[in-house]
């Protein structure tokens, strides 16, 4: 694909996409009676946020307890391993510990939150055996018998494998599973993606087949998929937590038709790259920019579900913006919910911060409320399908 020649239709995209989000909203205010009766712009923005925390039973995080009590916040992530103080056991001690946190937090919140891991397998699982759980394959092992075209048996043993994961996850109240990734391994020496095997193929067509394979089986698990990372991390050469990777050379179209082909059957949600690619935008990186989000992941692919950012304290996005103005370009990009994984960086107060320069953004009138309206449209819509 020949990004430099597509851009200027996708102004037109992204014209029409921002329509849809209108009609999205004015349709649920015809059909719910709770949006019908006018949520606070504060409520809507706190839906747009989730939050990662110290700590394996709400009383030891009290800033969370009071963010979800108010509505700041409208879901929560759930790691195994705390950065700061190296050490495990952040949030996961045991499968008993963990169905008891849950039910806790989905008690505090007005509205039920979101409670999401990545739990992919391989090197990325909160829940392991380590604390009680079994472990789950990489997706590199899951895709390793196949370089072109994955078999229908193979296609079902992933199914059933993500099947019997989502059962997993939502006995102990886990509601969103950050997964599967669809990045398609064309650097196998990329230090996040392929050197730990978290891809499931070098083929897109592999990746396609067995990455929407994974998603419906999360699904008939009963657990929300969100698959990541939009529009393909695969050929980075560089670590986002770390940096902002340039993929200008590396990146090609085709590692769009993982995304196109979980997109047509049915996912419910995208989680976004910090990745920068100048044919796609010569200044900002994917999560922050409209060219990217509206014109091609909406626009030109028509995902119309919710679009989710990596974490927004990752080095790619912290050491070239502030927080301010970091949520003001993602929103404005079209990100619905924004991640602070609040593990890379602890602040206990971020769901606060972070709210209040939401609300102060629109109140400025550098967000339009209808941006603040558009993705609690969706965000509702999204949690009406919890199980």
């Known amino acids: 694909m020949h990004w430099q020649k597509r851009m200027a239709g996708l102004v037109i995209a992204q014209v029409l996409a921002q329509v849809l989000a209108q009609v999205m909203v004015l349709g649920l205010a015809w059909a719910t009676p709770g949006l019908a009766a ?8 706190g839906q747009m946020l989730m939050t990662g925390f110290r700590g394996q039973r709400l009383a030891e995080a009290p800033e969370t307890a009071r963010a979800l009590h108010t509505g ?5 992530i759930l790691f195994d391993y705390d950065v700061g103080s ?9 499968p008993a510990q963990v169905a008891a946190l849950t039910r806790e937090l989905a008690a505090a919140a007005p509205v039920r939150p979101f409670i999401a891991v990545d739990q992919e397998g391989g090197r990325v699982m909160r829940l392991r055996s380590r604390t009680g759980f079994p472990d789950w394959p990489a997706a590199e092992e899951l895709g390793a018998p196949y370089v072109q075209n994955a078999a229908p048996p193979q296609r079902e043993a992933v199914r059933a494998t993500a099947q019997r994961m989502g059962v997993l996850l939502r006995e102990h109240g886990i509601s969103l599973n950050f997964a599967p990734v669809l990045d398609v391994n064309t650097n196998p020496h990329n230090p996040i993606i392929g050197g730990i095997g978290r891809s499931f193929s070098s083929s897109p067509e592999v990746v396609a087949t067995l990455g929407t394979a994974f998603m419906q089986g999360l699904l008939q698990g009963g657990v929300l998929p969100c698959v990541k990372h939009f529009p393909g991390h695969g050929s980075s050469r560089e670590d986002s937590h770390l940096g902002l990777p340039d993929v200008t050379t590396t990146w090609t179209g085709r590692e769009l038709l993982p995304f196109k082909a979980a997109i047509d059957a049915g996912c419910p949600m995208v989680m976004t790259a910090h990745l920068f690619n100048a044919h796609w935008d010569p200044v900002l990186p994917a999560t922050l920019s409209p060219r990217v989000l509206q014109g091609v992941l909406r626009g030109e692919l028509g995902f119309q579900g919710v679009i ?21 370009l993602a929103v404005l990009a079209g990100v619905d919910v924004l991640v602070f994984g609040n593990n890379l960086h602890h602040d206990p107060a971020i769901a606060s911060k972070a709210h209040a320069m939401l609300l102060e953004l629109v109140a400025s009138g550098e967000i339009p409320a209808a941006r603040i309206q558009a993705s ?4 509702m819509a999204l949690k009406g399908r919890l199980p």
């Open 38 to 45: 006018g949520p606070s712009l504060a409520e809507m923005a």
């Open 376 to 379: 609690y449209a969706r965000i």
């Open 308 to 328: 989710v950012s990596d974490d927004m304290q990752m080095g790619a996005i912290t050491e070239h913006y502030g927080m301010r103005e970091a949520i003001r």
């Open 72 to 76: 700041q916040v409208g879901g929560v």
């Open 86 to 94: 190296k050490s495990y056991g952040r949030n996961v001690a045991s």
